[in-house]
C-alpha cells in the first residue's frame, strides 16, 4: 500500500497546488514536503501537471526510506546524509514504475531521482547554517559534497554509450491519415464512437488535425475565442495558467504563446454547427450552459484530458494501426505536412519557418520547427543520400 498519495487544491487564484498527502482517513499534508514546495519548486513557475509530478517523486523518496527503516528526519538533524547503497537502492527506485510492471524512460526517472536528492540537500541547509562549532561544521559540509558526488555518479543517465537511442517522435503515414478522415466522419460505418458523442469528437479531432493544437490548447478553447464576425473567422490560442473559469482540477494548460488562426470555411462551417446546434442542446449536453468551455463531455462539464485520452484510446483499440497515436501526434503531424507543402511548392525556407513558428505558438528564433519536423527532414535528407549514391556509382561507370 502507498504511504502517500497527491491531492490537488486549486486556490481562489485558480492555481492548482499538489500537496502530499498521508494515505489514511485524515491525509494530514506533509508538512517539510509542503515548505519545501512553496519554498523551492513553486517560486520557479512550474506548470500544475509537472509540479505534480515532482510531489510524487517526493513522496516516492520517502516510502523509500521508511521501507528500509531510515529516520530521514534524524539523519539530517545530525547532517549524516544517505550512503552509498541507499543512494543505489533509490535509482534502481525511481527507475521502475509504481505498479512495479516494467521501467520508465531514463530521463523521467532521473528527475525523480534528482528531486529527492534536491530535497535532502534543501532539508540539510539551515541545520548546517546553524552550526558553530568550526569543525563540525567543516564536516557537514564534507559529508554534503561526498553525497553530492555520489548521487551524481549513481543518477539514472539519460545519455552515455549505454543509453537507449532518443525516441522519434512522428506524425501519422500518408495511409493512416485517410484512414484518420475516414473513420472520424460523423455517421460513417467506420466510425468507432457512440452516435450522440460523433460529431464532438468531430469537430475536436479536426479542429487538432487542421492546427496541429496541443492538448492543453484545445481543451482550454472557449466559444468566445471563435469569432464568426470576421472575415474570414478566427480562432484564438490563449495563456490561461490559472484560469478561475476552469472548475477541472487538472487543469489543460497551454506551453506556447497565444495566437489568431483563420478558418477555412469547412472549419468555420463545422464549429458553427457544433456550438450552434449541438453544444447548445440542453437535452444532450445540460451542464455546457454554466461555462464557456467548447469542448464538453457527455454531461456538458469542459472535458477533461483524461477523457481525451481515453476518446484516443477507444480510437486505437478499434484501429490498431493507430498504435501509438496520442494527442501530440497531431503536433508533429501537422509539421510533417507543413514540410511536405513546403518542398512541393518551394516556399522561401526562412519565411516558412517565421510562418511556421507563428502558427504553432514558438518564439520566431526557436528551434523547434527543426524538432518537430524529423520526418519530413530525414525523408529529404535520405533522398539527397540516394542521389548521392547514385552519381557515385555512374562515377564508377
Not at 568550526?134 to 559529508?143: I, K, N, S, V, Y
Amino acid at each position: 500500500m502507498d504511504l502517500f498519495s497527491i491531492r490537488t487544491v486549486v486556490l481562489d487564484s485558480g492555481e492548482r497546488f499538489s500537496l502530499l498527502v498521508e494515505s489514511s482517513p485524515l491525509g494530514v499534508p506533509h508538512a517539510t514536503v509542503t515548505r519545501y514546495v512553496l519554498a523551492a519548486l513553486r517560486p520557479r513557475g512550474l506548470k500544475a501537471s509537472t509540479l505534480r509530478t515532482r510531489v510524487g517523486a517526493l513522496g516516492r523518496g520517502l516510502e523509500f526510506c521508511q521501507a528500509r527503516g531510515i529516520d530521514l528526519d534524524a539523519r539530517i538533524a545530525k547532517v549524516d546524509f544517505l550512503v552509498y547503497e541507499e543512494l543505489t537502492g533509490l535509482a534502481d527506485l525511481c527507475r521502475r514504475r509504481r505498479d512495479g510492471d516494467g521501467v520508465i524512460t531514463p530521463q523521467y526517472a532521473k528527475v525523480r531521482f534528482q528531486t529527492f536528492v534536491n530535497f535532502v540537500l534543501w532539508s540539510s541547509g539551515p541545520i548546517i547554517a546553524r552550526i558553530n562549532d568550526d569543525q563540525r561544521r567543516t564536516q557537514a559540509h564534507a559529508a554534503r559534497e561526498l553525497f553530492i558526488k555520489q548521487a551524481e555518479a549513481l543518477a539514472p543517465r539519460d545519455d552515455g554509450p549505454g543509453a537507449e537511442p532518443p525516441y522519434e517522435r512522428l506524425g501519422m503515414t500518408p495511409e493512416q491519415r485517410d484512414l484518420f478522415l475516414k473513420v472520424i466522419t460523423p455517421g460513417s460505418d467506420l466510425n468507432p464512437f457512440i452516435p450522440a458523442l460523433q460529431y464532438r469528437n468531430y469537430v475536436m479531432l479536426k479542429t487538432v488535425y487542421d492546427y496541429g493544437l496541443r492538448a492543453g490548447e484545445l481543451l482550454g478553447l472557449k466559444t468566445r475565442h471563435i469569432d464568426f464576425s470576421k472575415r474570414p473567422a478566427t480562432i484564438t490560442i490563449m495563456r490561461s495558467h490559472h484560469d478561475k473559469e476552469d472548475p477541472r482540477q487538472e487543469q489543460p494548460v497551454q506551453k506556447t504563446s497565444g495566437r489568431e488562426l483563420e478558418l477555412s470555411c469547412e472549419m468555420r462551417d463545422i464549429l458553427d454547427e457544433w456550438i450552434m446546434k449541438h453544444r447548445a442542446d440542453r437535452t444532450k449536453f445540460p451542464k455546457a450552459r454554466t461555462h464557456p468551455f467548447l469542448f464538453v463531455n457527455k454531461f456538458g462539464d469542459p472535458l477533461s484530458l483524461r477523457g481525451l485520452r481515453k476518446l484516443l484510446e477507444d480510437l486505437r483499440r478499434r484501429y490498431p494501426v493507430f498504435e501509438g497515436l496520442c494527442a501530440h501526434i497531431f503536433r508533429h503531424d501537422w509539421n510533417d505536412r507543413w514540410e511536405d507543402k513546403r518542398a512541393e511548392e518551394g516556399w522561401d525556407f526562412a519565411e516558412a519557418t517565421r510562418d511556421q513558428c507563428y502558427a504553432m505558438g514558438w518564439k520566431m528564433n526557436s528551434t523547434m520547427p527543426e524538432r518537430y519536423s524529423r520526418r519530413a527532414i530525414r525523408k529529404l535528407a535520405n533522398a539527397k543520400v540516394l542521389k548521392l549514391q547514385e552519381r557515385a556509382v555512374k562515377g564508377d561507370d
